[in-house]
C-alpha cells in the first residue's frame, strides 16, 4: 500500500518497498526558546536554516509544527507553509493540534499535505477529515482517545480500525492516505513502553497493511546518547512494518542507521543508494 505526497512539483511514496520516508522534526519550536521569541515576533529567518539543514540531512518529508506560546499560530503557519514551499520543493506534514491551523496550512499548501494528526476521538475525526477529503491530502490518525492511550496493542489496534472505518466509509478518504502512528514512548520512563509499541506496529502491519509513522524523538526522551537510542530503535520498528518516522535529520548516525536498514531489507536495489551516498561523502571530504 502506497501513500504518495506531492509538493509544487516533487513526490514522494511512502510503502513498505520504497526507501523509508525520513520527516525531518526540526521545523517545531517545542523546547526552543529563541525560536519562539522569534516566532513570537514574526521572525521567521530561522525556518530557513532548519529546512536547509533538514533537506541537507536526507529528509524527505518536512513536519512544519509552529505552536510557540503567545503567538498567532494560524497565521504563522500560513507564512511558514509559503516560505519553505518556496525554499525546497519536499512534501510537507502540516502539524498542529488546532483544527483552524490544520486548515489555514491546507489552504495555502500547494500538493498533496500530510495531515499531522486526528486521533479516534469523534469530535476531531468530523472537523478534520472532511478538510482532508476536500483537499485531496493524506492524514495521521492516533490511536488514542478522549478516555485514554492505551497501554495494550489490541486496544490501539481497536481504535485504528474505528478510525480507518471512519474516514474511509463516512468521509470517503481512500485507506493509503491514512498514516497510522502507533504511539512512540519514552523508554526511559517505563523500559517495557517501547516494546508495546513495536508489538503495535506488527499487529497494524498484519491487521491492516497500512504505513505508519511515529516520533522517534519520544523514544529516548530523557536518556543520555539519544541518537544511538534511536538509531537502534528504528530497524526494529522498520522489520516490525514501520514505514517512515518524524526524525530530526541533522544526525548522521540516525540517517545512516535508517539506510542501513533499507539495504538490508532489500528495499535499496543493488545497494545503489548506500554505495551513492558513500561516493558522495568521499567526494564531499575531498574538497
Ligand atoms: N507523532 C506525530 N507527530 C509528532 C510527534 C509524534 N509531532 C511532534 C513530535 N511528536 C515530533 N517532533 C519533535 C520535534 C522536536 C523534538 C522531538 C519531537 C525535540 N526537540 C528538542 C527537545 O525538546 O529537547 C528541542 C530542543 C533544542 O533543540 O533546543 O526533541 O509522536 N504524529
Known sequence: MDTVLRSRSGEVVIGPDSPFCIIGERINPTGRKIFQEQLRRGDLSRIEIDVAQQVAGGAMVLD???GAPLADETELMVQ???LIQGACDLPLCLDSSIIEVLEAGLAAY???????SITAEDERMDAILPLVKRHGAAVIALPNDEEEIPAEPGRRVELARKIIDVATGKYGIPIEDIVIDPLAMPVGADTSLVLTTLETIALLHEEFGVNMTLGASNVSFGMPERAAIVAAFLPMAIKAGLTSAIVDARSPELVRSVKAA??????????AAWIAAHRAQQAAAAT
Not at 110 to 116: F, P, S, Y
Not at 262 to 271: F, M
Open 64 to 66: 512544519v509544527n509552529m
Open 110 to 116: 500547494e500538493g498533496k499535505a500530510l495531515v499531522n
Open 262 to 271: 533499507d539495504l538490508l531489507l532489500n528495499r535499496d536495489p543493488w545497494g
Open 80 to 82: 511558514a507553509v509559503r
